[in-house]
């Protein structure tokens, strides 16, 4: 790197390296293992997404079959925030043991975690 390119990069505004800087969405999980019965708190998912918008967490168990929509929020500002999931489907029933596919969808594309859920 040279002298003139140190100062260009001096002198560029805050906000071009704001556009220039990659911000990715992100899921993560609290735990990959969970279990009502013995953890004293629910499984927590983190959401972070850079773009104001329309977002959803959806949970499907290994066979694909939908299990409940956590969140469906039209306009959520950009953030980082966090859901409990504690295990029931879209009736408030209890699901079963198993693996399940939690997916966030957000503005710049899909997120996938998968949690072991065990009664």
Known sequence: MNIKTLLLVFLLPAAA???TTACQGLLTLSKNSYSPKTDSSPLSLTTTHCLDGRYRIN???????HIL???DIAAQPAGTYSWPWDGT????????SGVYIIRFTEPQGNHKA???LVR
Do not use: H, Y
């Open 17 to 19: 390296f704001a556009q």
């Open 89 to 96: 489907n879209k009736s408030g029933e209890d699901v079963a």
């Open 114 to 116: 998968r949690v072991i």
């Open 59 to 65: 949970i499907f168990n290994a066979a694909g079959e």
């Open 69 to 71: 929509t956590l969140k």
